[in-house]
Nanobody, 122 residues
């Protein structure tokens, strides 16, 4: 079982990035997917989550209206479109999966990717 993130990089404030997570999960549609992030010296925090069909999503207040999570069950990917990026969005972004419904707590996810670095410069 693997979750592999891609799409990170460095961008100026106000810019956009699109992260993607490729999942090698059998029965992908049984899994809710989520993005978390961890900034240096801080705890890992919830960013966004999506249910199996894509019709239920949740966002952290700090990214609401700026980030969009989506998934493509045909190719086993989940994306995070990030816009109006700010320096405080700088972090390692992680893809995570759990069976059935989405949750917002780190402890509720048992499958994790290795992370991809996002750096936003002012």
């Amino acid at each position: 079982v693997q979750l592999v993130e891609s799409g990170g990089g460095e961008v100026q404030a106000g810019g956009t990035l699109r992260l993607s997570c490729a999942a090698s999960l059998r029965f992908f549609t049984n899994y809710a997917m989520a993005w978390f992030r961890q900034a240096p010296g801080k705890e890992r925090e919830f960013v966004a989550a999506i249910n199996w069909s894509g019709d239920s999503t949740s966002y952290a207040d700090s990214v609401e209206d700026r980030f969009i999570i989506s998934r493509d069950n045909a190719v086993l990917t989940v994306d995070l479109q990030m816009s109006s990026l700010q320096p405080e969005d700088t972090a390692v972004y992680y893809c995570a999966a759990r069976l059935y419904d989405w949750r917002t707590a780190v402890k509720d996810y048992d499958l994790w990717g290795q992370g991809t670095q996002v750096t936003v410069s002012s």
